[in-house]
């Protein structure tokens, strides 16, 4: 028995060894050996239940590799998930990442029935702003629009004029044709914004708990200890991002991989990213000065498993604040499309 889940432990069979010959190839240097027996069942009773709800698993890129490639249907950055929301045909998603990019799932997919497998899983940037943050902000900035990083609760985006990711944070800012804008929530990827936008950017003071750890002297070290390539993500402190060869978003970094192929780098980001990408591009050498998300640790085979079965837990929003929040994100989509908001 799962104690904290109350769910019988799928039993192994020996079959299933040869039934998931390619994945074992695929993430045997990800996963410790002593590991894949106890995934495995999981794996297994995930990818039956699922086709019987005729649901679809998105995982996003911090999901530990037995979830990434053992039962995602579709994996990505937050983008990546927010359209594959918006396109999806399945009436179940379970979203295996953090608390906002299923409130996101949501509000692009209102028909569908969303699941996060532990309601738990937040986002320090998420928590850094409410609702009345934004609105006090406005009231100081009067006629500055608002862009708030997807890292927000669905309360916030519908005080928002447009959402952008890490991905698309330059082009939904210049998209405005604006001087100023209020930017949301994150301190350091605002900082990043505003070195490549001639927009004034009014920053609000949040942090990823995971990326704010990184330090200029860990880069360094990974760059003269193994003469590494250094990639790091926007939510780095300056003085980290300073030192890197390439800064981007989780989709960027694999793009600037398959352009590169470098020989060694070092991902200055969330470690299950890393190892995610690893198994992508085994002809580079991966050094992992890495930091793991604890809330996208919360989800796990079991409660992905469990929430399945139960149909737990299911993310509902508020109509007035979903249909607002709604226009901040579909007019983010619209800008990737080319068009301007
Ligand atoms: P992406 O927008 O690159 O998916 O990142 C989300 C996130 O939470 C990064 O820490
Ligand atoms: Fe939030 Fe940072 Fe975790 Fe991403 S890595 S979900 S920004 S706490």
Redesign the pocket.
Same mark, same amino acid.
């Given at each position: 028995m799962n104690s904290t889940l109350d769910l019988p432990v799928p039993v192994w069979r020996d079959e299933l060894e040869h039934e998931y010959a390619a994945l074992r190839a695929r993430i045997e240097h990800l996963v410790p050996c002593m590991e894949w027996s106890l995934h495995l069942p999981w794996i297994e009773a995930i990818n039956r239940l699922k086709l019987q709800r005729g649901a679809v698993i998105m995982a996003h890129s911090?999901q530990s590799p037995e979830i990434f490639h053992g039962v995602a249907d579709v994996t990505g950055d937050s983008l990546a998930l927010a359209q594959a929301a918006a396109d999806c045909d399945a009436e179940i998603i379970v979203l295996c990442g &953090?608390h906002f990019m299923a409130e996101s799932a949501k509000i692009l997919a209102p028909h569908k029935t969303v699941l996060i497998p532990d309601l738990e899983a937040g986002?320090?940037?998420a928590a850094s702003i409410t609702a009345d943050d934004v609105r006090a902000l406005r009231a100081q900035h009067p006629g500055v629009p608002v862009v708030s990083y997807v890292?927000t609760s669905a309360a916030v985006k519908a005080e928002t004029d447009v959402c952008c990711t890490s991905a698309n944070a330059v082009q939904v800012v210049e998209s405005l044709g604006v001087d100023k804008v209020i930017f949301l929530p994150d301190a350091f990827l605002g900082a990043h914004v505003a070195k490549h936008t001639g927009v004034e950017l009014v920053l609000w003071h949040g942090r990823?708990? &995971?990326?704010e750890k990184f330090t200029a002297a860990e880069a360094r070290h990974a760059r003269e200890r193994f003469d590494a390539k250094l990639v790091a993500h926007p939510?780095c402190p300056p003085e980290v991002l300073a030192e890197a060869d390439f800064v981007g978003s989780t989709s960027a970094m694999g793009k600037w991989l398959a352009r590169e192929q470098p020989k060694r780098v070092a991902l200055i980001t969330?470690c299950s990213m890393a190892d995610n990408l690893r198994a992508q591009f085994p002809a580079t050498e991966f050094i992992k000065p890495c930091n793991l998300?604890p809330?996208?640790q919360r989800i796990t085979l079991p409660n992905i498993y469990a929430s399945l079965r139960d149909l737990r837990h299911v993310i509902e929003i508020p109509a007035d604040i979903a249909a607002r929040a709604r226009l901040s994100l579909t007019r983010m989509l619209a800008v990737g499309r080319g068009e301007r908001v």
């Open positions: 911090y &953090v986002c320090s940037l890292n990823c708990e &995971v990326h939510e969330e998300c809330h996208m």
